[in-house]
Structure formats: C-alpha cells, structure tokens
C-alpha cells in the first residue's frame, strides 16, 4: 500500500506526458484552423478560407474544400470529404511560434499560417486567402 502511494506521489509530481503536452485536437490561437490526429492520419480544418473552395468532386456528397489531411505515409496532403468539423468549445490552443508533434506529424503554428507534414515531409499549408498541398 505505501509502494502504491510513493508511485503514485511521483507520477503527480513529475510533468505530464509527451501525449498531454502535445493534444490530439488543437486549435490556432485565431479558431480559424483546428487539428486533430486520428491513428496514421492527420485533419486540419479551416473556418474561413479567404478564398474561393476547391470545386467539390462529384464523388463527395458532404462538405469540400474546407477541410484537409495527409497520413502519415502518403505522399501528398489532400482535400478531404467530410460530414463533421474537428475542433469546437474547449479545444485546446497552440500558441503563435510552436510546434505540435504526434505520431509521426508536426505542425507549426505562425501567425502567417499553420504547416503540417508527415514523417515524409509531405503535408500542407493553411492560411486565409492560400492553401496549398505537397
């Protein structure tokens, strides 16, 4: 029992972890774009683009244009299909000037937009009035 309260002081005592430093779901300090890793792939959405949406794909019958992803071994972002927004009340802030990692992907967040790639180097670009894939 006083084995099991000593680890227990000392994982409170020391820092969190990696994963708690760096969260699954974040947002820019504007709320404009908000992340989330998902296992091997990476989401970010935008509120406002600036800029006229991609035409949406005959194929897609939810929302397109706002949202992109890249995984974590592809070979391009890409514009993604989705029916739901990654971010919302609560979502934790990266601040201006810092680097999110997890699983492989890094984002850093500046006031002239947000870059994620993969551990490829392949990913995007996000800003209002320019997003651009690689």
Same mark, same amino acid.
């Given at each position: 029992m006083r084995r099991a309260l000593?680890? &227990?002081a000392l994982a409170l005592a020391f820092p969190a972890s990696a994963a708690a430093?760096?969260?699954q779901m974040w947002q820019t300090p504007s709320g404009n774009i908000a992340c989330a890793a998902f296992g091997k792939q &990476?989401?970010?959405d935008?509120? +406002?683009?600036g800029n006229a949406a991609?035409? +949406?794909?005959?194929?897609c019958e939810f929302d397109? *244009?706002?949202?992109?992803g890249v995984g974590r071994n592809a070979s391009r972002g890409r514009r993604l299909c989705v029916s739901d927004a990654v971010g919302g009340p *609560? $979502?934790? $802030?990266?601040?201006?000037?810092k680097t999110w990692r997890r699983a492989g992907f890094r984002c850093r967040?500046?006031?002239? *937009?947000? +870059?994620? $790639?993969n551990p490829g180097g392949h990913g995007f670009f996000l800003r209002i009035g320019r997003q651009r894939l690689f």
């Open positions: 000593l680890i &227990l430093a760096d969260p &990476l989401r970010c935008m509120r +406002r683009l991609a035409p +949406r794909p005959e194929s397109y *244009g706002r949202s992109f *609560g $979502t934790p $802030t990266v601040a201006y000037g967040v500046r006031r002239s *937009g947000v +870059r994620c $790639t």
